[in-house]
């Protein structure tokens, strides 16, 4: 562990041990999946700089839940893309499974995003011109080349649709973003997350956008995959009844981790 | 796999894009449509130019020229004898024709080129029989006037023509002759201006009207006037009534005269295109051109007409004169006295199929050197190089300006991308942040502009064909609904727009346009790469 994670550990007046312990215990022996330490990232507004994040630490297991809140503008959404690779620290060290993947060229990232890291948004972020189903495969599309999406496409679209069929719209294939529910499009989304079978998952706000009994069908598709199917996810929420489910809770305030907390 | 599928559906839902690549539609359906009818109309040119000219021309600088035309044959047998189809050997001299016009009655004077031919060997060398418009000549011209039937298989409603012409005409010459003194009291309306009407089906009202130029006297009535020296009967007059020449039953040399030198075309009282003629087979004219003497006097003779010829190239229907050769050789003295050796101006060649022109040209130049034997030796491609470089030029310009046209839809296909991008940014950082590269990105804008630009000039090319495939009916809608003559056949002389589909002028048409819409869509296409992931996903 790098200092500048000790000194935000010092910070919260936690210790690293008493993390660890306050863990759920199936996490006990999980290795870290990620890990970001004294990321810093600030926007220029002409000549003013903007500081987001002035050097924020996490930590998260594999299996693991966790949750990222704070007051909106703290930097939530700023520091998760920049976990996704989607942007560059401007200072700080970024770990996926202890590879540094922030000064990666953006080659490997593009990899990165479409093999190992899903991502889900507010917003949903489907491509409107493509079917739900298609929209799922969009990773693998991606990934594969022309002859070699073909070749085995068959396997992909049964995939997609056992997905599709996970999150309960397996009714719903052929349909278009705009011919769809906010829940059922964010399904979609998780759904699309999900296909090219990543090691861990980013969510910002994912329920955010929806109302409460659609907000909670969604929760209740991410807990599945993380009690079920062992996916990592680290998910930016307002809602604290949502984050109060998470394994830790991490608080970013004044774009510093001001504290975590662990389900009781 | 996901550039393929998002540039469809671009294409599928965006269509205010094709809306842009309709000038590019418009564009290669006109480059199609402009492409063919050039060609369509170089090739007809090239085809009569080439079917009036032989393939070489051997020509003495001098009208009385070229002295024993069988002694250069032998030689340009012995030179390029495998590459030789046919030859012949003719003279080409300036000359004046002088006959009475049937519709007035007036006399017509006219310059033409008269060329003396060899009627077994001429029609071997360029496809001057099938121009002729009796269908017995054109398997084998024999100076000779024939019965009727001109026209046959060529031209409806061809007026009278030949013996059956000539002998009423001859009747009614005689009637006229005979009683000047009962015609003088008649008024000058009642007798008719001439035995035929003009055309055989139509009447003869409206016609002299319709051609510019000729009032509507009717005062010059053959014979009516007395002092005039009547052709086909020029020894009428009592001096000399030893000689006597029946115009009903014979004929003077034949001449095989130019369709325009004695006909115009112009339009009846309907508005249909319709030939006029001053003078028709079986009708004499006579034509007065220069001897050999020093200087050189002019020498007169009667000839009849015994068929028209129609090459449909204004140029030459409207001044070749053909007639036996042997006649014009006797009549302007080209007969060396002593020798017996007889002259011609040009002796033409016929090469056979594949032979290469240029060749053959230069070995005669180096056989019949200039300072030596003063010929012009010319191809036919040499003789008309100024006419076919200038249908050339024309077509390369306007190629030119079209593509042109084609560019500037590229601007518009330009803006239009980029309204697109702009709207699709949210898209590219969804692609993005699902791991798709910035080349792919880009690839899916030139895919974009790659399949607009293949729609847009697949459809130009499909209109452009279908365009060309109705040219005549579209120019007949167009002069229905304007009054406008598109085509007139009176100047252009070929009754149809003529049209030639280059299938590889049609490929590098729609290459280019494809190219003008991908290269359009590359700054879009590069915007669209350059996007931030962060800042596009924001993007609202
Ligand atoms: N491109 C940008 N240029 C300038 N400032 C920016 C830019 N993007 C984000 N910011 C600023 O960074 C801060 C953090 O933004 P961010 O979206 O990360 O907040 P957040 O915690 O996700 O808020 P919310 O909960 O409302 O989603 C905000 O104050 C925002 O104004
Ligand atoms: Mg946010």
Redesign the interface.
């Known amino acids: 562990m790098s200092s500048a994670y000790e000194l935000a550990i010092e910070h919260q007046a936690v210790s690293s041990t008493d993390q660890k312990n306050q863990l759920h215990p199936r996490l006990l022996k999980s290795p870290v999946v990620l890990k970001a330490t004294g990321v810093t990232k600030s926007y220029r507004k002409g000549k003013v700089e903007v500081p987001v994040l002035n050097g924020v630490d996490i930590e998260v297991l594999e299996g693991e839940f966790q949750a990222i809140v704070g007051a909106s503008g703290s930097g939530k959404s700023t520091f998760l893309h920049l976990l996704a690779t989607l942007d560059k620290p401007d200072d700080g060290e970024i770990y996926f499974e202890d590879n540094r993947i922030d000064n990666l060229p953006a080659a490997s990232r593009d990899i990165l995003r479409n093999r190992y890291i899903g991502m889900i948004f507010q917003f949903y972020h489907l491509l409107p011109e493509l079917t739900a189903l298609e929209n799922v495969l969009m990773p693998v599309m991606i990934h594969h080349g022309f002859m070699s999406y073909m070749l085995q496409r068959r396997k992909f679209r049964k995939r997609a649709k056992e997905l599709l069929d996970l999150v309960g719209l397996s009714h719903r294939l052929k349909h278009r973003p705009r011919e769809m529910s906010g829940g059922e499009m964010q399904r979609v989304a998780i759904a699309r997350s999900l296909m090219a079978n990543p090691r861990l998952l980013l969510a910002d706000e994912p329920t955010g956008n929806l109302d409460r009994a659609a907000g909670e069908e969604i929760m209740e598709i991410i807990h599945e995959l993380n009690s079920a199917y062992d996916v990592t996810i680290v998910m930016v929420t307002h809602d604290l009844s949502i984050a109060a489910q998470a394994d830790r809770t991490v608080r970013l305030a004044e774009g510093r981790v001001e504290s975590v907390s662990f389900q009781s | 796999?996901?550039k393929?599928?998002?540039s469809w559906?671009?294409l599928?839902?965006r269509y205010i894009a094709l809306a842009s690549i309709v000038s590019v539609t418009l564009g290669v359906a006109t480059l199609i449509v402009v492409n063919s009818v050039m060609a369509g109309f170089s090739d007809e040119m090239h085809k009569r130019l080439h079917g009036i000219l032989s393939d070489i021309v051997i020509r003495s600088h001098d009208l009385n020229g070229l002295p024993d035309p069988e002694w250069h044959m032998d030689e340009i047998h012995q030179l390029a004898g495998d590459d030789i189809e046919a030859m012949t050997a003719a003279i080409q001299i300036p000359a004046m024709i002088n006959f009475r016009d049937n519709i007035q009655g007036q006399w017509i004077t006219q310059p033409i080129t008269l060329i003396g031919i060899d009627h077994q060997t001429y029609s071997g060398v360029s496809d001057f029989s099938e121009y002729l418009l009796h269908p017995d000549n054109r398997e084998q011209l024999d100076f000779l006037l024939k019965e009727n039937d001109y026209g046959r298989g060529k031209k409806d409603r061809f007026p009278v023509s030949g013996w059956a012409r000539r002998r009423v005409s001859a009747e009614w010459e005689q009637n006229a002759v005979e009683a000047p003194s009962d015609s003088e009291g008649i008024d000058a309306a009642d007798i008719p201006s001439s035995p035929f009407p003009l055309i055989d089906d139509s009447g003869v009202e409206g016609q002299g009207a319709t051609i510019a130029g000729l009032d509507g006297q009717i005062s010059g009535a053959p014979g009516s006037t007395g002092d005039l020296d009547v052709p086909g009967v020029p020894f009428q007059s009592s001096n000399e009534p030893e000689i006597v020449f029946d115009p009903s039953s014979e004929q003077h040399t034949g001449i095989v005269l130019g369709i325009s030198i004695c006909s115009v075309r112009g339009r009846d009282a309907d508005g249909e295109v319709m030939d006029y003629y001053f003078a028709l087979p079986g009708d004499d004219v006579k034509v007065t051109f220069p001897n050999t003497g020093q200087p050189p006097k002019a020498v007169s003779d009667s000839f009849t007409i015994v068929d028209l010829y129609e090459s449909e190239m204004s140029e030459y229907d409207s001044s070749f004169a053909f007639v036996p050769l042997a006649k014009l050789q006797d009549l302007r003295g080209m007969v060396d006295v002593q020798s017996g050796v007889k002259s011609v101006s040009t002796i033409q060649l016929k090469l056979k199929e594949g032979a290469d022109l240029n060749a053959v040209r230069d070995k005669l130049q180096a056989r019949f050197p200039i300072q030596q034997f003063g010929y012009q030796i010319q191809t036919w491609r040499d003789m008309q190089g100024p006419l076919l470089a200038a249908v050339q030029l024309e077509t390369t310009i306007l190629n030119i300006l079209l593509f042109l046209i084609i560019a500037v839809a590229g601007f518009g296909i330009l803006a239009t991308f980029f309204m697109i991008v702009v709207e699709k940014t949210?898209?590219v950082?969804?692609?993005?942040?699902?791991?798709?590269?910035?080349s792919?990105v880009m690839s899916i804008f030139l895919g974009y502009g790659l399949s607009l630009g293949t729609v847009g000039s697949g459809v130009g090319l499909v209109l452009g064909l279908l365009f060309v495939d109705h040219i005549n009916t579209i120019a007949g809608w167009i002069e229905q609904v304007t009054g406008q003559e598109v085509f007139d056949p009176t100047v252009y002389y070929f009754n149809q727009i003529p049209v030639i589909v280059n299938p590889l002028t049609c490929v590098w048409v729609v290459i280019g346009a494809i190219a003008i819409a991908v290269i359009a869509s590359i700054l879009p296409a590069r915007k669209a790469a350059k996007l931030?992931?962060?800042e596009a996903?924001r993007y609202e």
Do not use: Q
Not at chain 2, 429 to 438: D, E, N, R, V
């Open positions: 796999m996901y393929l599928l998002l559906r671009y599928k839902s949210r898209d950082g969804i692609l993005k942040s699902l791991g798709a590269p910035s792919g931030h992931p962060v996903l």
